[in-house]
């Protein structure tokens, strides 16, 4: 499994595993990116939050709001960061790489 840095606007480093589009993740909580390669260069395309990494991008993707972008927008992996804790600290991580990149699919 490899593994990717992502730094948020602060400026703090993330290090998320990354999976194929359609493997099967974890069932922890956390930050995810839906990533696309370009000359083996991770792209992210979307970042999100969940409570369960299984629900949101596997077993229930289908109903994921940006599906058809992320779909459209070529996203053949994900890469996930387990966050264990309070809601308040995932979605402090999320802001803080949204913050910093500039996403296809991402409407905020």
Known sequence: MNI???TGESGRKYELKV??????????SGIYI?????????HPIYIGETQNFYNRIYFDFEN???????????????AILEVFGSD??????E????????TTCNLQ
């Open 4 to 6: 990717i840095t992502a």
């Open 19 to 28: 999976y194929q589009i359609n493997s099967i993740p974890p069932k922890s």
């Open 34 to 42: 839906f990533l696309k390669t370009i000359n083996s260069i991770p």
């Open 64 to 78: 994921h709001q940006q599906r058809g972008c992320i779909k459209r927008s070529g996203s053949t992996h994900v």
């Open 88 to 93: 308040q600290k995932r979605l402090d991580i």
């Open 95 to 102: 802001t803080d790489l949204r913050r910093n990149y500039k």
